[in-house]
């Protein structure tokens, strides 16, 4: 799929580690987030998502935090893999209506 | 379930020329969404349905664009006449009711028009 945006930010880290990847999200009256990842020439697939009346959440090998005074949303990957390579986007709906953020490209390297 | 099927997965076309994007949304869902992904714009809802009926089209850039969803089972995505700047990749997603943000995606239709 076409996700290399311009000024698509990267985060490049070794297998193994820890991967943080953040958003800020601009509609204050959103009541639930989703973060999709995006492998080259596939469609998004959702990985976790969150509503507004938590702050965290956890999934298999991802955690998903949400501060909705600065309106800011972060996925954190545990023991990155390869795999997990892709475009990451997060999300938000307020009004039946998914909106999504720019993506982050995440390279995982061996 | 095969997931979300769109066809054609490339299309090739001329300025000028009609092109028909199509989707199979999964069974049993309620929403059907249609979004395009450019470089420069990244990923736009085009259009959602809801049981079949259309209930946003905001973001169908122009009136070249036109969607339909005859059944629970089709949509398609129709550019006339259609333009270098609709060159993209066109996803079709689907969801159900209650999980309405948790949305399926196809594999995408890459357009491009010469």
């Known amino acids: 799929g076409e996700n290399v945006g311009l000024h698509l930010p990267t985060l490049s880290v070794q297998e193994g580690d820890n991967s943080i990847i953040n958003c800020a999200y601009s509609?204050?009256?959103?009541?639930?987030f989703i973060w999709y990842k995006q492998e080259s020439g596939k469609g998004p697939q959702f990985i976790i998502d969150?509503?507004?009346?938590?702050d965290k959440r956890q999934g298999q090998r991802v955690t998903v935090l949400l501060n909705k005074t600065v309106k800011h949303l972060s996925l954190q990957i545990a023991a990155t893999q390869p795999g997990d390579s892709a475009v990451y986007f997060c999300?938000?709906?307020?009004?039946?209506?998914?909106?999504f953020g720019t993506g982050t490209r995440l390279l995982v390297s061996p | 379930d095969a997931g979300v099927i769109q066809s054609p997965r490339h299309e090739v076309t001329e300025m000028g020329q009609e092109v028909t994007l199509r989707c199979k949304p999964i069974?049993?869902?309620?929403?059907l969404f249609w979004y395009r992904q450019t470089m420069m714009r990244g990923l736009e809802l085009l259009i959602y349905?809801?049981?079949?009926?259309?209930?946003?089209d905001s973001g169908m850039p122009e009136d070249r664009f036109s969607a339909k969803m005859p059944n629970a089972s089709f949509s398609t995505l129709k550019i006339q006449p259609s333009e270098p700047r609709d060159s993209a990749v066109y996803f079709c997603?689907?969801?159900?009711?209650?999980?309405?943000?948790?949305?399926?995606f196809g594999p995408g239709t890459r357009l491009t028009v010469t």
């Open positions: 997603a689907s969801s159900i009711l209650r999980y309405m943000g948790e949305q399926y």
């Open positions: 509609n204050s009256a959103s009541d639930y």
């Open positions: 969150i509503r507004s009346n938590m």
């Open positions: 999300a938000e709906t307020g009004f039946q209506k998914l909106v």
């Open positions: 069974s049993g869902h309620d929403y």
């Open positions: 349905f809801n049981n079949n009926v259309p209930i946003d």
